[in-house]
């Protein structure tokens, strides 16, 4: 387990303290059409931490190559039609570039900053001179509107209840998972980025915000400083 991270439920849990079943149960929802919406049609994407293919199965499904990466084998093995690719994100070096790398799941907010910097620079690293990246940010609201639940209409419940501070300007955020016949929980460490922290740590890694995609801003379109 990745420090600071656990999870509890049935089946496989990863180093993030993810549940593969769990996963493998959650809706894409809107995610999918936001992505679609904002890259050229058929592009090649790079998909990092796609997780058992929640997104990726719904982006081949609308005419994209996909490329997958986790670092969770157990999480790949529910991915279908994409190639495949397992390992740390942070330390992936493929040598070659893509039109669309994607860095979704509030993972640029990971807490070891040095691990987050290492995400962007992956990103900056595969993604070609005129293409861009697509990261999902955390709401303005996430650590703060605390407890909050949502319950999915196909019957599951999602609780937020806690985000405590560890130091370092790091929380540690607890979250459950209640379906009719299954409770999945997750506690993991995420770093709150303002929009101009998050701006910033962007351009230290060579990219600028190209455009906001959704209005409360927790999908961003960034393009490498150069073309800026």
């Not at 796609?50 to 005419?63: A, C, D, K, N, Q």
């Not at 990971?110 to 709401?139: K, P």
Request: net charge negative.
């Amino acid at each position: 387990m990745r420090e600071g991270h656990q999870g509890t439920g049935p089946g496989a849990i990863t180093p993030d303290g993810c549940a593969v079943e769990l996963y493998s149960r959650l809706p894409a929802g809107e995610e999918p059409d936001i992505v679609a919406a904002a890259v050229p049609e058929g592009a090649r994407i790079l998909e990092l931490g796609s997780g058992v293919g929640r997104m990726t199965h719904p982006l081949l499904e609308r005419g994209f190559a996909v490329t997958a990466v986790d670092e969770s084998a157990e999480m790949l093995e529910q991915v279908r039609g994409a190639r495949t690719i397992c390992g740390p994100i942070e330390d992936l070096d493929l040598g070659e570039s893509f039109d669309v790398v994607m860095l979704a799941s509030f993972l640029v907010h990971t807490g070891d900053a040095e691990v987050s910097r290492g995400l962007l620079r992956t990103c900056v690293r595969h993604v070609t001179e005129d293409g861009c990246v697509l990261i999902q940010r955390e709401g303005e609201d996430y650590h703060t509107n605390l407890p909050r639940e949502r319950t999915d209409p196909s019957g599951f419940t999602v609780r937020i209840v806690s985000s405590e501070p560890v130091g370092d300007g790091v929380n540690a955020v607890h979250a459950e998972y209640e379906f009719p016949d299954a409770v999945w929980t997750q506690t993991f460490r995420a770093r709150p980025l303002t929009k101009e922290q998050f701006e910033e740590a962007l351009e230290e890694a060579g990219l600028g915000v190209d455009r906001y995609l959704t209005d409360d801003g927790t999908w961003v379109r960034a393009i490498p400083v150069a073309r800026r």
